[in-house]
């Protein structure tokens, strides 16, 4: 009994989730009664129509009446005590909003009276859900083009389908009760490499452009991490997200299999060929396959330029084959990529893990350090976390106290308002100390955990780390 009596005396906490999505232009409905005609996309779509037209009127509102103060910067986002609302003119005229409900706590009264609610209006950070929002629209564009240049193609009638199939989906994997800085670095992690390996990978990507022509871009990847890439670091970014969010996480199945696995090891000389297509044909010896490919876009001087996107994997590295989508893909290109890249990246790949491991060998044993920490260079997208022992689109785990995420944004926000170098200590929960610094172009947040430090002993320490785990990066005294 006593057991059931707490039950019923516990806090509820609830996450911040999703209240609605929703893509509008003001210009299509300009006159009273065509409301209706502005809305091109709207998340849960079953909705009333007339709470759709209030709420993007609302919207439209709200940013026109910033305007008056500020002409050239609308509204980012409004903060009430229920919900925190976001807004962004992702094309001219094309806006995307997102409304988040906020975080809340519900506490339980005596007497069979309802419960209290209380809202955490300040756990929502505006930079993280911003970037969350305009991601939503770079992971649109990266499948689709531009909203214009769907309605250059086909009016509404071909934009509003395009949407709907898109974000439909896309929303379905927006897991916003952990998203975090990260997500407003939108950054690449990359993998550490010797120069002979770095070389190698280079004249392997040199190779199969010159044999295949038709290959116009191409990405080198090894761990979900980066190794080479010829695209711009814009397009990478997104692209990068979709495939370790994505595309990666469906396929993992058991890597680095043996000869008994379900893969196909074929020999091709004397070498065990492990290569497969994660996009396109499942199995090239299937006489249904389809040899279609996702299309992707990517920016160029002039605009964009539509692509095949083929991701092609052996063991642990995958590479990124981009050609022109004016060209048709048969079953023989298929073949010949697959007898060229297959036997190639396998032994790419046995090279890779064999120096990664030995290279772990020699800089000692991973013991688990006294602090965690994100390291971020604006310059080259570089991001490194020990916090995040996973992420993709549906988990983030973090190793930390979700209260030390938020303080890590609240020091980013600081550092984004100022260009000059900066240094900022906290002295978090109980045990915790919080550093972030914050020197030319690069950003480095650092959690320690000791009890008894003082501000002298925390400064001596992330002096430490900095010149063992980031030699000649900072130069803040």
């Given at each position: 009994k006593s057991t059931a009596s707490k039950a019923i005396t516990q806090e509820k906490q609830y996450t911040p989730s999703l209240l609605s999505f929703f893509v509008y232009n003001p210009s299509f409905g300009p006159r009273e009664g065509e409301e209706e005609k502005k809305i091109?996309?709207?998340?849960?779509?079953?909705?009333?129509?007339?709470?759709?037209?209030?709420?993007?009127?609302?919207?439209?509102?709200?940013?026109?009446?910033?305007?008056?103060?500020?002409?050239?910067?609308?509204?980012?986002?409004?903060?009430?005590?229920?919900?925190?609302?976001?807004?962004?003119?992702?094309?001219?005229?094309?806006?995307?909003?997102?409304?988040?409900?906020?975080?809340?706590?519900?506490?339980?009264?005596?007497?069979?009276?309802?419960?209290?609610?209380?809202?955490?209006?300040?756990?929502?950070?505006?930079?993280?859900?911003?970037?969350?929002?305009?991601?939503?629209?770079?992971?649109?564009?990266?499948?689709?083009?531009?909203?214009?240049?769907?309605?250059?193609?086909?009016?509404?009638?071909?934009?509003?389908?395009?949407?709907?199939?898109?974000?439909?989906?896309?929303?379905?994997?927006?897991?916003?009760?952990?998203?975090?800085?990260?997500?407003?670095?939108?950054?690449?992690?990359?993998?550490?490499?010797?120069?002979?390996?770095?070389?190698?990978?280079?004249?392997?990507?040199?190779?199969?452009?010159?044999?295949?022509?038709?290959?116009?871009?191409?990405?080198?990847?090894?761990?979900?991490?980066l190794i080479w890439s010829g695209l711009e670091q814009d397009d990478m970014r997104i692209l990068y997200k979709y495939l370790t969010t994505s595309l990666f996480p469906r396929h993992s199945e058991p890597e680095l299999a043996g000869r008994d696995s379900a893969l196909r090891p074929e020999v091709s000389g004397n070498l065990l060929h492990y290569g497969r297509f994660l996009t396109g044909p499942a199995n090239l010896k299937d006489p249904d396959a389809k040899f279609r490919f996702p299309r992707i876009f990517v920016h160029t001087e002039d605009g964009s330029e539509e692509l095949h996107l083929i991701v092609y994997k052996a063991m642990s590295a995958a590479v990124c084959f981009m050609i022109s989508a004016s060209v048709e893909l048969t079953r023989e290109f298929c073949e010949r990529l697959d007898a060229l890249v297959g036997p190639q990246l396998t032994l790419l790949a046995s090279d890779i893990c064999e120096q990664f491991t030995l290279n772990r060998r020699i800089s000692g044993p991973d013991k688990e350090p006294q602090f965690k920490f994100i390291y971020f260079n604006h310059m080259n997208l570089a991001e490194k976390s020990t916090i995040h022992m996973r992420k993709t689109a549906s988990v983030s785990l973090t190793s930390v106290h979700p209260d030390l995420m938020k303080i890590l944004g609240d020091i980013n926000c600081d550092f984004a308002r100022v260009d000059e170098d900066e240094e900022v200590i906290v002295k978090a929960m109980t045990d915790y100390w919080v550093v972030g610094k914050k020197s030319d172009q690069r950003e480095l947040y650092v959690i320690l955990n000791q009890k008894n430090a003082n501000l002298i002993e925390v400064n001596e320490e992330v002096k430490r780390l900095c010149a063992t785990q980031f030699n000649n990066i900072f130069f803040l005294d």
């Open positions: 091109l996309f709207y998340h849960p779509s079953e909705v009333e129509k007339n709470e759709k037209i209030r709420n993007v009127g609302l919207c439209e509102a709200i940013v026109q009446f910033t305007r008056t103060f500020c002409p050239t910067k609308p509204a980012k986002s409004l903060h009430t005590q229920k919900n925190r609302q976001f807004f962004f003119e992702a094309e001219d005229s094309y806006w995307i909003v997102m409304i988040v409900k906020n975080p809340m706590v519900e506490k339980p009264n005596k007497d069979g009276k309802p419960p209290t609610i209380e809202y955490q209006e300040e756990e929502v950070l505006d930079t993280v859900y911003g970037a969350v929002l305009r991601q939503c629209y770079s992971m649109y564009k990266l499948f689709n083009g531009t909203f214009g240049r769907a309605m250059e193609a086909g009016g509404v009638e071909l934009l509003i389908p395009k949407l709907e199939k898109f974000f439909y989906r896309y929303l379905q994997t927006l897991h916003l009760q952990s998203c975090d800085l990260l997500d407003v670095f939108g950054g690449i992690s990359f993998f550490p490499l010797d120069k002979m390996t770095y070389l190698k990978i280079q004249s392997f990507v040199n190779r199969v452009e010159e044999n295949l022509r038709l290959v116009k871009y191409t990405a080198f990847l090894y761990n979900d991490q």
